[in-house]
Each structure stands twice: as C-alpha cells, then as structure tokens.
C-alpha cells in the first residue's frame, strides 16, 4: 500500500476501534503509531515521538488555561453563582408564559461565561433549575430538553476550552476567537428565549405561570450576581484590554471565583480538594485526547492525506460555499457520536487546509475565525440531536420520570433554532466578525 493508501485506511480502522467502545484519544494515539510505523517501516521512530510528543503536549503553555478555565467553573459553582443567576433571571421572567425557562436559559447564558463547558453547564442548570420547573408545572421533556440546549451555551460564549483548542491547532488569537463568539452566542440564547416561546403557545399545557415578583426584590436578585459580572469583566474585559494573556486571565478567574466562594462560605478544605481532583481528572482526560490525536495527524500529515484531500476538492471546482456546506453538514451528523473536543482534535488538520485554500471574499484570518465559530455551533448542535446528543442524556439522568423520547420531542424546537442561526451565521460572516472590524 502506498503512504495515502495507509492514510486513507486509517479512518476506517478509527471508527471501528471508536464504535467498540475505545477511548478515543486511545484509538487516536494507537492508529498513529500504528501508522508511523507502517509509513516508516522504522519502530524507533514511533518510541522516539511517543516521548518527545508526550513532553511537548503536556508542558505546553498555551493547554495550560484549561485546567484554569475548569476550576474556575468549579469555584462559580461552589460560590452559588449558578443559583444566584437563576434567581435573577427567574425574577424578571418567571412570571411571564414560559418565563421560569427562559430564566434557566439566560442563567445558562450567564454561567457559561465563567464556565467553558458544555456539560457542566448543562449539569449545574439542571441541579438549580429542574426543581423550580417542576415547581410550576412544566412538562417534564420541555423542562430537559430547556437545559439541555442551554447547556451548550456553557462553551460557545467565551470563555470556551474547545475554542482555546481550535485555536492551538489553528495557530489563531485565542482573544480574537473569543470576541468572535460573543455575538453568536447571544444569538444562540436569543434564539432559545423565542423557541421556547413558541413551544409553549404550540403547547399551552406544557408550562404553569408564577405570580410576579415585586420590582424590589429583582433588582436585589440582580445585585446578587455581581460575582459572575465582577469576574467576566475582570477575565474578558483584562484580556482585551491588554492587561494579561488568556493564560494570565484565566488564572486571575480561577483564583477571582474561589476567594468569593470562599466568602460565600461555599470553598472549604474539602471542597477545595474535590474541585482539585475534579479538574485533574478532566484535565487529564483532556490532555491525553490531545495527545492522542497529535500522533493520528502527525501519521496523517506524514501521509499527505490532508494536502491531497486539499487538493481535490480544489480540482473538482466545486464552490467555496458549497464545500463549507458539506463540511458544517458531516460535523452535525458525526456530532452526534462524539464529543465536541474529540471532533475539533480530529476533523480540523484535515478540513481546516480545504477551507483555508477556498475563496469566499475574506482575508485568511477572518475564515479562520468564522469557521471555528461555524464548526463550533454545529458540533454542539450534536450534543442535543437525538438519539444520541451527550447533553440528553446528562439531563435526563438527573430526572428518572421523564421518558428520554419526550425530551427528543421537545429539543427538536432548540434544534431548529440552532440550524436556522448556522444557517444566518453562514449568508452573513459579518455577524460573526462585526467585533473584529
């Protein structure tokens, strides 16, 4: 077999070993060896990058915010910032019809910008709000399938660790990144806010109303969240100030969020320890898909199974637009099998030179950028997509009485939002650039 033949026949092999249950940074770690030294004929070279690779990875400076960005998370929960967000939203919009659901989607909105990610945002909404919507009588799918899709709010509104990532493998400013995410973002929990206010008139037995609260205690509840305001403007507002790196600021984040919980009385020397074993063990998680996944395109790289595919698809004369299409479309469906760190770490060293060598009227950084945010959004698309979306099953696990079909029933709304806004994001990349200008 030839080196591309080799290279070709690795996709395969890697789904296999992903289907039967192997971790994927394990199967993405073992096909690269296995591929070097197929392409090489040469077992040291394989030994040689294991231990130069593994060095390189783990002592990386730029991979060194996520864990920061992960126990800032931790620190926000323990600090009640999660349910004092709630509140505050809860208080303006609880009366209105569907108002306790759109509260839990704005929280979410405001707690992923002090958490960058999905899951936990999903899991940390669900402990707050889930009660609360029982409380007043939503229906118990419409309820899931609300948290689950604000859930991926958590990683798409900065700061995000996928984002950093993409970023990394892209050689692009994770602070312009970012700030090119504010917007859709925004888009994203607007466009939640008004499915779910066709929800519930397509459904008007699937939420109750609560009585209003008076204005006094509103703006108390929104005195209340000055923590999450204090330290997103002190993260976000410092980097783009020019104040401190993303490194730097998530670092200033992370010990920000835990002297409040501290005060709050949430941060204590046992919960300090979990929040350090929590974050090791996701950060290690992390850390060995990206190094599982330096070995698969380093073999594929060494292949040529980039720069050929490249190639190609430029040879074919297909248009720009329609390649991006076809792309944002593979991404939604395969999505929905795999996590989004996993699908960035393996599709973007090969899909990312098809799409640098394509012309759609902007300058090599600005396609960079608009295409992580594009490939972003699809990705965690397919944390809410049945029958397999990951925020699903994360939800429903935290509510045993409502069948899992009733919350694919009802997410499908905040699906179709989330397509008709790739789709806007798509016609108009100045939506996403606007910041940059």
């Excluded at 994927?24 to 040291?44: C, D, E, F, K, S």
């Excluded at 926000?76 to 939203?89: E, H, P």
């Excluded at 995000?160 to 990532?165: D, K, T």
């Excluded at 892209?170 to 929990?189: D, S």
Aim: overall charge neutral; some cysteine; proline content about 5%.
């Amino acid at each position: 077999m030839s080196t591309l033949e080799i290279g070709l026949a690795s996709f395969p092999a890697l789904l296999i070993l992903i289907f039967i249950r192997v971790p994927i940074g394990l199967a993405m770690l073992l096909i690269g060896l296995v591929g070097l030294y197929l392409v090489t004929g040469n077992i040291n070279l394989p030994l040689a990058k294991l231990k130069g690779e593994t060095y390189s990875t783990f002592s990386s400076y730029s991979l060194s915010i996520v864990p920061m960005f992960l126990l800032m998370g931790h620190f926000a929960t323990l600090g009640g910032m999660s349910n004092a967000l709630f509140k505050a939203a809860e208080s303006w919009l609880g009366h209105r019809k569907g108002g306790v659901a759109m509260a839990a989607i704005g929280a979410c909105a405001g707690f992923g910008a002090i958490c960058g990610s999905s899951l936990a945002t999903a899991a940390t909404m669900g402990r707050v709000a889930l009660p609360e919507l029982r409380r007043y009588g939503y229906a118990g799918g419409f309820s899931t399938a609300t948290l689950a899709a604000g859930g991926t709010l958590g990683i798409l509104i900065p700061p995000s660790v996928v984002l950093v990532i993409y970023a990394i493998l892209t050689e692009q400013n994770i602070a312009k990144l970012f700030l090119a995410a504010f917007i859709p973002g925004l888009l994203a929990a607007f466009g939640y806010v008004l499915a779910i206010a066709i929800y519930v008139r397509v459904n008007p037995g699937s939420a109750g109303t609560r009585p209003p609260i008076p204005y006094a205690e509103r703006i108390r509840a929104v005195l209340d969240v000055w923590p999450v305001l204090l330290v997103f403007g002190l993260v976000v507002g410092g980097i783009y100030a020019g104040w401190f790196t993303p490194t730097e600021g998530a670092a200033v984040g992370a010990a920000g969020t835990g002297l409040i919980a501290y005060l709050n009385g949430g941060l204590t020397r046992s919960s300090l320890v979990e929040s350090f074993t929590v974050t090791a063990r996701s950060t290690a998680m992390i850390f060995f898909i990206v190094l599982g996944a330096g070995f698969y395109n380093g073999f594929l790289a060494l292949t040529q199974v980039p720069q050929e595919l490249s190639n190609f698809v430029v040879s074919q004369g297909f248009s720009a637009w329609t390649v991006l299409t076809l792309i944002l479309v593979f991404y939604l469906i395969f999505g929905c099998l795999m996590d989004s760190l996993s699908m960035i770490l393996l599709t973007i060293p090969i899909f990312f030179p098809v799409i640098s060598s394509l012309d759609f009227g902007l300058s090599e950084e600005h396609v960079a950028i608009w295409f992580g945010i594009l490939v972003l959004i699809v990705v965690e698309v397919g944390l809410i997509t049945p029958p397999v979306g990951m925020n699903l099953f994360v939800i429903n696990s935290m509510d045993k009485e409502t069948p899992i079909v009733e919350t694919y029933k009802a997410v499908m709304y905040f699906v179709a939002s989330d397509i008709v806004r790739v789709v806007i994001l798509v016609a108009f990349p100045s939506i996403t650039l606007f910041l940059l200008s």
